[in-house]
């Protein structure tokens, strides 16, 4: 099976995470976890990344401690892997914060900030100096230079240099952070404020080291599988974009792996889309300026902890996770549910929901289906247990859930429909002058996603996107109108 990830960082995590799956299936866990790093680097073999063998196994070392779900800032140095494998295994639940730092692995990047190069030019025109509203930039000497006191990192002196001759030094983890809750600690390591973070996955997506990991849970799941467990998959739509096969063949092969069944999340998403359909026409009638959309764990994050005064205008409908998991809880109650996410942030909103389990990235599942030599393009098709509509399986594209209540709604109903594709900066900005102002110039139904193109675009996929929205946009048309669906 040939999964497209670029970037060697993704490759070093599945290769770790498939050798952690055979080891836990195969004789003796513990030993093989402990040999993981030695395997990967033997005596002898080639150092392609950094200076010596010793420091890509201690790198290698932590990327299995991750693997294994457990944090690298709780790890003592001088524990055998061997002793930590045991540990996992013999947790009761997966630890809470589903991100953790690799201190091995992180660069420890020079602070952010801007500087004039050797192209400045001092040109007489100087449009740094008359750009900088600080007063931190003037010429001297025939060059440019920066007051670091002054400076704040604007960037428009870089900007309007016709030379390009003014730099922008960023720390990607922090730069990609729109909140602020990764920085440097006292020995100019990157360390997450969890108070702040709002499990986003950009600093994931971000660090070119691939320091910034998520803590996987895939040992409980192999546990519950191995203890005779039924385990309900909950696969969210995003997923049909990801892998060379149909629906119906991932459903088979991931009924392969042992679990008892699979369900869509569109099955929620149906739900959701009816009920936000109701609320948003009950808020409009009572005369609110706008709702926001409440599908995004991410963006409810950021709302609970830095946009309180946006909480009366989110909508109170659950998301499609949360209405997926409740109907298989309530049908079959001894069953566990594990939700198949392409994002760092259904993790956190599984802690929250006991009705969540466990959560599997896509990232995970195809390292499952490596380590298991599952070929998903040759498997059989295996029938969904009910059929969902076009509108809820689009759930995963950016506009799908406006599109979805918009097409429940009477031609005079319709929403105004705003879209903020992807969380930053100045996203976050314009959400808490709405919440000021009460009101949003730009439509009265404003869709939030943290991953910029939605769910395809979750820092936890392992296909491109562009393909991937072609893969997932041919389910789509073949899918029943969300009209005939809610009916039956």
């Known amino acids: 099976m040939t999964i497209n990830t670029p970037k060697q960082t993704s490759h070093l995590k599945r290769e770790i995470l498939v050798r952690l799956i055979r080891s836990y299936l195969g004789e003796n866990f513990e030993e093989s976890t402990r040999l993981i790093p030695y395997d990967m680097r033997p005596k002898g073999s080639e150092v392609p990344y950094r200076c010596c063998i010793h420091k890509e196994r201690a790198i290698l070392r932590d990327r299995t401690i991750a693997g294994l779900g457990l944090s690298i800032e709780d790890a003592d140095d001088s524990e055998l892997l061997s002793s930590l494998a045991k540990k996992a295994e013999q947790r009761q639940a997966p630890e809470s914060n589903p991100l953790t730092v690799l201190h091995t692995a992180c660069q420890g990047c020079v602070p952010s900030r801007i500087y004039v190069t050797d192209l400045c030019q001092g040109c007489v025109a100087r449009p740094c100096e008359s750009a900088c509203k600080f007063g931190a930039i003037k010429v001297e000497n025939g060059r440019s230079v920066i007051d670091p006191a002054k400076c704040k990192n604007c960037g428009m002196c870089a900007q309007v240099c016709p030379y390009q001759a003014i730099a922008k030094i960023i720390v990607p983890c922090e730069n990609a952070c729109p909140v602020g809750a990764i920085a440097k600690d006292e020995n100019g390591l990157a360390q997450i ?101 409440s599908c995004c764990a991410g963006y409810n994050e950021l709302v609970d902890k830095h946009i309180p005064e946006l909480k009366p205008f989110r909508s109170e409908t659950k998301t499609p996770a949360y209405y997926t998991s409740e109907l298989i809880k309530k049908e079959t109650p001894e069953v566990k549910t594990v939700f198949f996410s392409p994002c760092v942030a259904k993790r956190r909103e599984a802690f929250q929901n006991p009705n969540i389990d466990y959560v599997l990235n896509y990232e995970e599942l195809g390292a499952w289906f490596i380590a298991l030599n599952v070929q998903v393009a040759n498997c059989e098709e295996s029938e969904f247990r009910k059929e969902s509509s076009a509108q809820a399986r689009n759930f995963a594209v950016i506009g799908g859930v406006a599109g979805a209540v918009n097409s429940l709604l009477e031609d005079e109903e319709k929403a105004q429909a ?33 991953c910029t193109g939605g769910c395809l675009g979750g820092s936890s996929t392992v296909n491109a996107y562009k393909p991937a929205l072609k893969q997932l946009t041919a389910y789509v048309n073949e899918s029943p109108e969300i009209k005939n669906v809610i009916k039956q």
Do not use: W
């Open 193 to 293: 404020d969890f108070e702040k973070c709002i499990s986003c996955g950009k600093c994931v997506a971000a660090c070119p080291f691939g320091a910034v990991h998520e803590k996987s849970q895939i040992i409980d799941i192999l546990k519950s599988i191995k203890n005779g467990e039924k385990l309900v998959a909950m696969v969210a739509p995003a997923i049909f974009g990801q892998l060379p096969c149909s629906p119906k063949q991932l459903k088979q092969a991931i009924l392969s792996l042992g679990f008892a069944d699979v369900v869509e999340v569109a099955e929620g998403a149906d739900i959701t889309t009816k009920n936000e359909a109701a609320e948003f026409k009950e808020r409009m009638e009572d005369g609110q300026k706008f709702m926001t959309t």
């Open 418 to 450: 705003y879209i903020i594709d992807g969380l930053n900066k100045q996203a976050i900005r314009d959400l808490k002058k709405f919440a000021k102002n009460g009101v949003c110039e730009l439509g009265n139904l404003i869709e939030v996603m943290a």
